[in-house]
């Protein structure tokens, strides 16, 4: 399974989530995420639903108790103080499939630098 974890501003559109998303695929070298994964509290982000209504996927709400048990590549300060995690992307993919998750890059970063999008694989738990 493929996840595809987004971390955003509030301000982030569409737009930016999905350049982050193509951003990340190209990265890791995939077509496609199986589902999509972000804070739980961002999730219903008008942004976000849009995002994802237009790839079809669906979305998973991570709660910030599972993103801070995440080990994550990139260490961002603004991340690590807002949700005490180096990565809310790295973090929100890897928690989604729970254990034997790994990522397959670094989190990607839309070119208005609004959003982050990292890919994970592994099994879902």
Same mark, same amino acid.
């Given at each position: 399974?493929? =996840?595809?974890?987004?971390?955003?501003?509030?301000?982030?559109? #569409?737009?930016?989530?999905?350049?982050?998303?193509?951003?990340?695929?190209? *990265? %890791?070298? =995939?077509?496609? %995420?199986?589902?999509?994964?972000? +804070? #739980?509290?961002?999730?219903?982000? +008008?942004?976000?639903?849009?995002? /994802?209504?237009?790839?079809?996927? +669906? =979305? =998973?709400?991570?709660?910030?108790?599972?993103?801070?048990?995440?080990?994550?590549?990139?260490? /961002?300060?603004?991340?690590?103080?807002?949700?005490?995690?180096?990565?809310? %992307?790295?973090?929100?993919?890897? *928690?989604?499939?729970?254990?034997? #998750?790994?990522?397959?890059?670094?989190? *990607?970063?839309?070119?208005?630098?609004?959003?982050?999008? *990292?890919?994970?694989?592994? +099994?879902?738990?």
């Amino acid at each position: 399974m493929i =996840v595809a974890g987004f971390g955003f501003r509030a301000g982030a559109s #569409a737009d930016a989530l999905r350049d982050a998303y193509d951003r990340a695929c190209h *990265a %890791a070298a =995939v077509k496609q %995420a199986d589902l999509l994964a972000t +804070p #739980a509290d961002k999730a219903a982000q +008008p942004a976000f639903g849009a995002m /994802s209504k237009g790839l079809s996927l +669906p =979305v =998973v709400p991570i709660s910030d108790a599972a993103l801070q048990r995440q080990t994550t590549q990139t260490q /961002s300060a603004a991340a690590q103080a807002a949700r005490a995690t180096g990565s809310v %992307a790295e973090a929100a993919a890897l *928690a989604a499939l729970g254990r034997g #998750a790994r990522l397959l890059a670094p989190r *990607a970063i839309s070119s208005d630098r609004t959003a982050t999008c *990292a890919i994970a694989t592994g +099994p879902k738990t």
